[in-house]
């Protein structure tokens, strides 16, 4: 089954103690994307990532770092949480840089306290 | 001035009837356009997206696009209880992959 996943689906943190949450797909996509969404403010691209070892900003990259060793994961990584980073968070994929499809995941409700 | 702005509801219809959801934006240099479908705690899905000027149906949902205007909409005809969500619209301004979304609209179809 062609699916994105995402881990944890919850997490309740601490400020500024760092955690990763790790996306997966199986369709062999080159784009893969991270978003937050909250409310009144809908869904803000953080980073997106064209393909293996490339990587480019989104609309609000601060706090957060990606990497894209392998075509299948695109780690998100909060080397120091704040509050402000409490949010649902989406990891996407597609095939094309045009993203017809952009297949999202299940979503990860962080909360940092 | 948002980049992308929708109305964000309630949008209340009764059940069977069409309910028009709208997006403006405000680069004209935007190529392609999407509408994505949220139910409440789930991740969003695509519906449609749109490139050309006009109408493009799939179904019970018809997209339309007037770059002049800069508005593209979403209609649901025969709207049914399980259309109950909230509507994203999205673009993007080139081949780069990034997507802008609204707020959302969010809709209500009344038994």
């Known amino acids: 089954e062609a699916q994105v996943t995402q881990n944890p689906r919850y997490l309740i943190t601490v400020t500024g103690k760092k955690l990763t949450v790790t996306c997966s797909q199986n369709?062999?996509?080159?784009?893969m994307s991270w978003y937050r969404q909250d409310p009144g403010l809908g869904l803000r691209q953080i980073y997106y990532?064209?393909?293996?070892?490339?990587?480019d900003k989104g609309d609000v990259p601060e706090g957060y770092k990606v990497s894209r060793k392998e075509k299948r994961n695109f780690p998100l990584i909060l080397e120091s949480p704040s509050p402000n980073q409490t949010s649902l968070y989406f990891c996407?994929?597609?095939?094309?840089?045009?993203?017809?499809?952009?297949?999202f995941g299940p979503g990860t409700r962080l909360l940092v306290l | 001035q948002k980049e992308v702005e929708q109305n964000s509801g309630p949008l209340s219809v009764p059940e069977g009837a069409i309910a028009s959801l709208n997006c403006t934006y405000s680069?004209?240099?935007?190529?392609?356009f999407f509408w994505y479908r949220q139910y409440s705690g789930k991740s969003p899905e695509l519906i449609m997206f749109i490139y050309s000027n006009g109408d493009k149906e799939d179904g019970r949902f018809t997209a339309q696009l007037n770059k002049a205007s800069q508005y593209v909409s979403l209609l649901i005809r025969d709207s049914q209880p399980s259309d109950s969500a909230t509507y994203l619209c999205a673009l993007k301004r080139n081949q780069g992959g990034k997507l802008i979304f609204g707020q959302g609209t969010e809709l209500s179809v009344k038994p």
């Open positions: 990532s064209m393909n293996v070892e490339v990587t």
């Open positions: 369709m062999n996509h080159e784009y």
């Open positions: 996407a994929s597609s095939g094309t840089s045009g993203g017809e499809t952009q297949y």
């Open positions: 680069d004209r240099g935007s190529q392609s």
